[in-house]
């Protein structure tokens, strides 16, 4: 379950910027929101709304590359760079960036933060949270700094256990949690299972529908042989294209070895009447094909109760179709495992199905860094207003100057 988020000096992010999924009790008492086993209130679903190009992505991406850090940083070469940019202007540019998370899993509820600029990691620091409502505590479970004289690395780590020979994986580029769970370090294990249930579809080039990064068919190729792999999500989203594309019955995913590898058919079954016919998957809509990829997501991500990341959500979607995707979350039926759904759009019509505490808007400041802050935070915004009317009408801001 995901907290928080916040970044600096991150993309076009220069000063810290925070999007959170936290509530207090002020917020509405409905399906859009579940209390955790610490006790937190969250939202399910929160919304990030602004203009092109005023950095929507780039805070979106901050999941994916925390996912990516503890997770598969290890992966790197020890002498490679660390694949991310910072602020490229002013005061910012070449200095660290810094990231921060919480996050809640079976064990409590953890603050992770570091700072570190391409080649090497800073400060990396795990604390462990006590949310208990008469006192907030914390308890540190690690913290590494680089140390500049020794050029070596002082680090603190009596609460967590690590096994022997540990310090001798440690690496620049490489965080300590994606170290620990490849020597089969329970709690590391554990933390990294929550962050494998976090599904998007953000690079560190952006959306990666962008036909600039990838081929299309390729994606649907992967997802396509994702549900060849998973029948029961394969079932459900075959119940989901039927409500959404008339006619459409099922899918079916036929795969043949050839010389240097393996060709996949897909065949899509539709009907009218007593007339069933079957066609190729290239044939298509494009807004059905944008279903499959968006399906594999977030069913895998409701399967689980995790986090999906969605950039251009409503991209060759209609509005009301968008909404129907958007309800799975709240549907507590279908939702049962409370997974959290963070996606940006242009479709404002989605601002009527929100709360003042689901909404992030984003623009850039005069001196081209992004600025973000949550509906609720602005003075004057009452939970009974029309969020679209007023957005429309640009008293919110983040709405483009043209």
């Not at 049962?336 to 963070?342: D, I, R």
């Not at 009527?352 to 509906?375: A, C, F, H, P, V």
């Not at 969020?387 to 483009?400: D, E, L, Q, S, V």
């Amino acid at each position: 379950m995901l907290h928080s988020i916040s970044c600096k000096n991150f993309y076009s992010f220069g000063d810290l910027n925070t999007l959170s999924f936290l509530v207090n009790d002020n917020a509405p008492q409905n399906n859009g929101y579940f209390t955790t086993p610490s006790g937190t209130r969250l939202s399910k679903v929160e919304t990030v709304i602004g203009g092109n190009a005023s950095g929507k992505t780039n805070l979106l991406k901050t999941l994916p590359f925390l996912k990516w850090f503890i997770i598969d940083s290890f992966n790197l070469d020890p002498q490679s760079l660390i694949n991310f940019r910072p602020f490229m202007f002013g005061e910012y540019k070449n200095k660290p960036a810094e990231l921060s998370v919480i996050f809640e899993v079976e064990t409590g509820v953890y603050t992770y933060s570091f700072i570190l600029d391409q080649t090497k990691i800073i400060s990396e620091e795990l604390k462990l949270v006590s949310m208990a409502k008469e006192k907030k505590s914390s308890k540190k479970i690690f913290l590494r700094t680089w140390n500049s004289i020794t050029k070596s690395y002082d680090f603190e780590g009596d609460n967590f256990n690590l096994p022997k020979g540990f310090e001798n994986l440690i690496r620049p580029n490489a965080s300590i949690i994606g170290v620990a769970m490849r020597l089969n370090h329970k709690e590391s294990q554990e933390i990294v299972n929550f962050w494998r249930s976090v599904e998007t579809n953000v690079s560190e080039a952006g959306w990666i529908g962008d036909n600039m990064f990838i081929n299309r068919g390729q994606q649907l190729a992967e997802v396509l042989d994702f549900f060849s792999e998973k029948e029961s999500l394969k079932k459900d989203a075959e119940k989901l294209l039927a409500r959404f594309d008339l006619g459409l019955n099922s899918f079916e995913i036929k795969k043949e070895k050839q010389d240097g590898g393996i060709s996949m058919m897909v065949n899509v079954s539709h009907s009218f009447g007593n007339q069933k016919e079957v066609l190729p998957i290239q044939y298509e809509s494009s807004g059905t094909k944008q279903l499959f990829i968006l399906l594999k997501h977030i069913l895998q991500a409701i399967s689980n109760g995790g986090v999906v990341v969605l950039d251009e959500f409503d991209v060759n979607l209609h509005p009301e179709m968008m909404i129907a995707l958007f309800d799975l979350f709240i549907d507590p039926n279908i939702n049962e495992k409370n997974a959290q759904l963070l996606f940006s759009t242009h479709n404002h019509y989605i601002l009527s199905k929100l709360d003042k505490y689901q909404i992030t808007l984003i623009e850039k400041n005069e001196k081209g860094m992004s600025e973000s802050w949550r509906l609720d935070e602005m003075a004057g915004v009452r939970a009974d207003d029309n969020y679209y009317t007023k957005y429309i009408a640009g008293a919110y801001g983040a709405f483009p100057k043209m």
